[in-house]
């Protein structure tokens, strides 16, 4: 099917969807942190990039993306219907991830990405290595 939009009027409706909140991701997230007993996190800090998560006392930075909107290598997937209007936006997302953890980076903060797909369980023991290698888990 078609988009019923044009680009610039898709674009304004895309503009206005919030980016937090969303269960299967941040929350998913939080509940994987509370059932681990980590502690220390706040959500809605007001940093560069807007953090999902972030860790003030660690300087650490906590992004949870979507494998869609932020072209996930693994899972990916490029509409064909107004491909041109996809390839942008999602091409963009991937630079301003990457224009964000340049940013943190320089202001003293780590970043530490999270893809969706590490938040399911079949992934969990691996985002929990993650997590050791970073200081969040002994």
């Known amino acids: 099917m078609t988009d019923v939009f044009d680009i610039s009027k898709r674009a304004d409706v895309m503009s ?3 980016g937090h909140g969303n269960k299967a991701t941040e929350l998913k997230l939080i509940s994987i942190f509370k059932s ?3 502690h220390g996190w706040r959500r809605h800090l007001p940093l560069f990039g807007k953090p999902d998560l972030a ?3 660690l300087r650490l930075a906590v992004f949870v993306d979507g494998c ?9 997937t490029w509409p064909k219907n107004n491909a041109e209007f996809w390839r942008y936006k999602i091409t963009r997302n991937m630079e301003r991830d990457r224009e964000v953890n340049r940013e943190l980076r320089i202001r003293g903060w780590r970043v530490f990405r999270i ?6 369980l079949k992934n969990r ?4 290595y993650r997590f050791r290698r970073i200081g969040l888990l002994d």
């Not at 869609?68 to 990916?76: I, L, R, S």
């Not at 023991?125 to 929990?128: D, F, G």
């Open 16 to 18: 206005r969807i919030k």
């Open 36 to 38: 681990e007993s980590i």
């Open 55 to 57: 860790f003030p006392r």
């Open 68 to 76: 869609f909107w932020h072209g996930c290598p693994k899972h990916a």
């Open 115 to 120: 893809w969706e797909h590490e938040l399911t």
């Open 125 to 128: 023991n691996r985002l929990l």
